[in-house]
């Protein structure tokens, strides 16, 4: 049978495309526009997107397995919903979803409310599925290195909770294997969640200092304004959006990315190695 991927463009999705094939799975994608697609050979390409039912029903017909990823885009949660009404209709009942972690506690940011809407969905359904619960990506810093090595500074408003800052290759691999025990169940799995968390919980300055570090050189914490993040956003991204990251760093202040007991140990299991390091990430892109 066929595992379905959606958001297989992105930077987690392409991860999930790689292990999959990597593992021998029969994979299919779903993209907008097939011909800029760049999958490894054997990869069905469907066309279509989350919100034409048509193309939904299309390119889940004859799928065992579904890993369904949503951008932080305006209509998510309906995109996320629609999706999984039209996989419920085809009796696809093997799904990993990709949700965010602390989705039940930063009830006020837009895209973690929209991801903990469809947890709802899933459970009250009673659809079988993994929820993963990344927190914050490391590589999300790429889009601040020339400022930090331009300026001298960590911009990012992290706060001194912390975050236990996750390697996108990392969620693509441990999706992978989850898609993969849920299709080879003989029977469908219920319900589980998992945070998907890195080995460090790292402030602020914990950043800065790993980055003083790599480059040898001062990297300064200039703290934690949220208000600037926002206005510094909206050069080029919509107001919505830099409002809804400003949200999310607010709470970063008061709440942070903080692991369970256990999630660490349980991640370093599933994967069979350790999990990647911030200090490992920013050494690779400085260099």
């Known amino acids: 049978?066929?595992?379905?991927?959606?958001?297989?463009?992105?930077?987690?999705?392409?991860?999930?495309?790689?292990?999959?094939?990597?593992?021998?799975?029969?994979?299919?994608?779903?993209?907008?526009?097939?011909?800029?697609?760049?999958?490894?050979?054997?990869?069905?390409?469907?066309?279509g997107d989350l919100l034409d039912v048509d193309a939904l029903r299309s390119a889940f017909s004859g799928v065992s397995t579904l890993f369904l990823l949503n951008g932080v885009v305006a209509d998510e949660y309906t995109q996320a919903l629609v999706?999984?009404?039209?996989?419920?209709?085809?009796?696809?009942?093997?799904?990993?979803?990709?949700?965010?972690?602390?989705?039940?506690?930063?009830?006020?940011?837009?895209?973690?409310?929209?991801?903990?809407?469809?947890?709802?969905?899933?459970?009250?359904?009673?659809?079988?599925?993994?929820?993963?619960?990344?927190?914050?990506?490391?590589?999300?810093?790429?889009?601040?290195?020339?400022?930090?090595?331009?300026?001298g500074i960590y911009p990012m408003p992290v706060g001194s909770k912390g975050l236990a800052m996750i390697d996108a290759r990392d969620v693509g691999e441990i999706a992978a294997i989850e898609l993969i025990r849920r299709e080879r169940s003989s029977t469908p799995l219920p319900l589980n969640r998992i945070n998907l968390v890195g080995p460090d919980t790292l402030t602020g300055a914990d950043a800065a200092a790993i980055w003083t570090g790599v480059l040898g050189r001062p990297i300064a914490y200039p703290g934690d304004d949220t208000a600037g993040f926002e206005q510094n956003l909206r050069q080029f991204m919509p107001s919505w959006m830099a409002l809804d990251m400003r949200l999310m760093a607010e709470r970063f202040l008061t709440d942070g990315m903080i692991p369970e007991t256990g999630d660490v140990d349980r991640l370093t299991t599933l994967l069979g190695r350790p999990l990647r390091s911030y200090r490992d990430y920013a050494a690779q892109i400085a260099a």
């Open 1 to 47: 049978m066929t595992i379905l991927v959606t958001g297989a463009t992105g930077n987690v999705g392409r991860n999930v495309v790689e292990q999959l094939v990597n593992r021998g799975a029969d994979v299919r994608v779903l993209v907008r526009d097939p011909s800029k697609a760049n999958f490894p050979a054997g990869v069905e390409v469907a066309q």
């Open 83 to 151: 999706a999984l009404a039209v996989a419920r209709e085809l009796g696809i009942e093997r799904i990993v979803y990709l949700s965010v972690i602390h989705s039940d506690i930063y009830v006020n940011v837009p895209h973690f409310a929209g991801k903990f809407g469809v947890e709802r969905m899933i459970e009250q359904m009673g659809l079988n599925a993994t929820i993963l619960r990344p927190a914050y990506f490391m590589d999300n810093d790429i889009t601040i290195k020339d400022v930090i090595t331009g300026y």
